[in-house]
Every structure is written in structure tokens, then in C-alpha cells.
């Protein structure tokens, strides 16, 4: 049986360097490996580094299963600062004497940020305004209401506290998607009451993919120059190892990669859970949602990555 995938349909956890959007890092790894299709799965901000995952050609369609798992990022914190960025990269900062800000001051108030909790989105962000960037609002001067929103600061420790006029501290975070750490600074900073902004990020995990696996820009072309991009590139079903899994036959498969359901004898999951469905020879298949029939329980198709062909079977 051929491979359902080409070693084009994978995931690249590439080390993104500070100074580069998202957008330009997923078309400069498009670019030098030939593929048309290239997403990024979670932005990380351009002055931020670390992991930003790519899902190249059918795993384009996964990347939601990847931007939804737990970031994790280790983020300096300058207090008695302020910016209208929220970050250090502002043209102007405001800065006030900090001086009496110490560690146990700071740390008394970092449990009212863990949990589930609500942050203004910046203006400095790639959220719409009546279909324009906030980030384009703000660059003409226009500040626009931004309602709330709940995320979850799931784990937040404070590893370094360095005291002065401007207090710096270097914080790891663990949270959902959807938190901005540059709203949680500036957050924590106002709790204090002197103010604060974020002066270095980097991502050191999305979900199961970390900073140890990641290889650089400059690596992936090397590596694309000398024909051993498969080094570099995981599976697409490395996206949805966390689901459970099933595998099934050629002809189930072939029902299944052409929008049919199937009967279930036992599931695996609890109705509306979605698993993913593996061919005998182990490759991913299809994502599909356990539902429940008239005859019992089945399998509907959500994504499907591969049509299996008469052929197969």
C-alpha cells in the first residue's frame, strides 16, 4: 500500500527569531520548500520568540487541534513602565520610580491572575474592528472599545525578581489560547499601581510541541538545500495525538474519507467526542465525531485527509 501522505503533509516546529511576524515566517518556509500550502497554528507576536508551529498541506486542516492546547512562554515582566504597545517595543515609554515594588509585593499579587480570568485585547493586536486590524486603528492614533474576554491563566511562577527603579521579573506562564501576556503584564503592573509592561517573550511550548524540538529558520533551508527536509518534519497526526484513537478498515476508511458514518460496535469516546481514525497501515485518515443512530452509536466524518480509494480495499 502506498503512503496516503507526501512528506509535504506534516508539522514543522520552527524556532521563530524576534523582528518577524508569523505571517512572514510561515511564507519564508513556503517559499524555500516549494509547498503552496503553509499555516501557522497560534501567532506569536514579531518581537516575541520561540515555537510557532506549521502545518504544511493537509495538515493545514489540524491546525485548529494545535492552537487550541495549553502555551507555554516565559515572559520578563519591567515594572513602573508603561507604553501604549504594552510592551517595550513602544517609541516612547513611561517610566516612574518603582523602587519600593519588592518580590513579596509582587508575588502577593500574582494569585489574582491565575484561573479563568478577563483581559482587554490591545490595541496592538490583529483583532478586527469593523473589518479593520486594531493594530492599523492604533497606528493612526484611533483608540475603539474592546469588550472583555475570559482566558486561562492555567500556572503562573514568578522564577526571578531583580529589585530598582524599574523592577524587573521574569515570570513563567501556562495558558489558554487567546491570552495576550502583554495585557497580563500591563494587568499586573496596574494591581501594583505603578504600571508595568512586557519587555521579552518567548513561547517555549504549544501542547505537546516545545523549544527543544524546534529548529530555526536558517536550519530548515539548510536542510531543504540538501534534500533532508524529512528531518525536520513530523507526521500531521502528530496535531491530534491527544484524541483517542482508532484503527480501521480499508473499507471503513473508504465509507468514512467520503462523508459517510459508519456503525460503532464499542466506542471509544463519549458522544460528540472527536478521535481520530487510522488506515491498517497507521496512517491518519480522517478526524470524526462520535454520534449516536437509530441503530446505536457511529462515526460522523468532521475532517477528512485522505480519500481512500476502491483501490485500497
Not at 524599574?166 to 499586573?188: K, N
Request: hydrophobic share 40%.
Amino acid at each position: 500500500m502506498r503512503r496516503l501522505f507526501a512528506l509535504a503533509d506534516g508539522i514543522i516546529v520552527l524556532l521563530k527569531p524576534p523582528g518577524i511576524s508569523s505571517q512572514r515566517a510561515a511564507s519564508r518556509v513556503k517559499r524555500f520548500l516549494g509547498q503552496p500550502r503553509v499555516g501557522h497554528a497560534g501567532t506569536l507576536d514579531p518581537d516575541a520568540c520561540g515555537v510557532l508551529v506549521l502545518c504544511l498541506g493537509r495538515a493545514t486542516r489540524l491546525t485548529r487541534f494545535i492552537s487550541s492546547q495549553t502555551k507555554r512562554y516565559r515572559c520578563e515582566l519591567l515594572l513602573g513602565a508603561r507604553s501604549d504597545t504594552q510592551d517595550s517595543s513602544a517609541k516612547e515609554l513611561c517610566l516612574v520610580d518603582a523602587s519600593w515594588v519588592d518580590e513579596p509585593a509582587l508575588a502577593a499579587v500574582l494569585p489574582q491572575f491565575q484561573g479563568e480570568i478577563e483581559q482587554i485585547p490591545p490595541m496592538f493586536s490583529a483583532l478586527k474592528h469593523q473589518g479593520q486590524r486594531l493594530y492599523q486603528l492604533a497606528r493612526q492614533g484611533l483608540m475603539v472599545e474592546r469588550p472583555p474576554r475570559k482566558v486561562s491563566i492555567l500556572d503562573l511562577r514568578l522564577l526571578y525578581f531583580r529589585p530598582g527603579p524599574q523592577p524587573q521579573a521574569l515570570l513563567e506562564v501556562a495558558c489558554s489560547e487567546g491570552t495576550y501576556l502583554r495585557a497580563l503584564c500591563a494587568d499586573i503592573g496596574a494591581a501594583l499601581g505603578c504600571g508595568g509592561l512586557m519587555s521579552f517573550l518567548v513561547r517555549t511550548a504549544v501542547g505537546p510541541f516545545s523549544l527543544e524540538q524546534a529548529i530555526t529558520l536558517e536550519e530548515l533551508e539548510q536542510k531543504a538545500a540538501a534534500g533532508k527536509i524529512e528531518e525536520a518534519v513530523l507526521p500531521a497526526s502528530a496535531a491530534v495525538e491527544h484524541l483517542p484513537g482508532l484503527s480501521l478498515s480499508w473499507e471503513i476508511c473508504h465509507r468514512l474519507s467520503h462523508g459517510a458514518q459508519v456503525p460503532l460496535a464499542e466506542p471509544p469516546a463519549a458522544v460528540g467526542q472527536e478521535v481520530r481514525v487510522h488506515s491498517p497501515s497507521g496512517e491518519l485518515v480522517a478526524i470524526a465525531a462520535v454520534g449516536r443512530g437509530q441503530k446505536g452509536h457511529c462515526l460522523e466524518p468532521r475532517i477528512v485527509l485522505f480519500s481512500v480509494s476502491e483501490n485500497s480495499l
